[in-house]
């Protein structure tokens, strides 16, 4: 084998890893990220705020991951 015919040979290699490695990152879900859950109650993490973790409650519901919303109440600070 010549010596062109060899690097020749790398670089095709070299791109075929290239494009298999592109094409099995494309097939990995990137959409659902980790949740840290117990039985049916769960928290997406989603960042930061100085050193507090943020992120959205989730609930399970026949098996899928929902988010939680919140109603808010008003309730007297005092009862007379």
Do not use: C, H
Request: net charge positive; glycine share 12%; proline share 4%.
């Amino acid at each position: 084998m010549t010596r062109i015919a060899r690097v020749a040979f790398v670089l095709l290699w070299l791109a075929s890893l290239a494009v298999v490695g592109a094409l099995a990152s494309a097939q990995t879900p990137r959409d659902s990220g980790a949740i840290i859950s117990g039985g049916d109650i769960g928290f997406r993490p989603e960042g930061w705020k100085g050193k507090a973790r943020t992120g959205t409650w989730m609930v399970r519901i026949n098996g899928e991951w929902v988010e939680a919303q919140t109603t808010m109440k008003a309730v007297p600070a005092t009862t007379r």
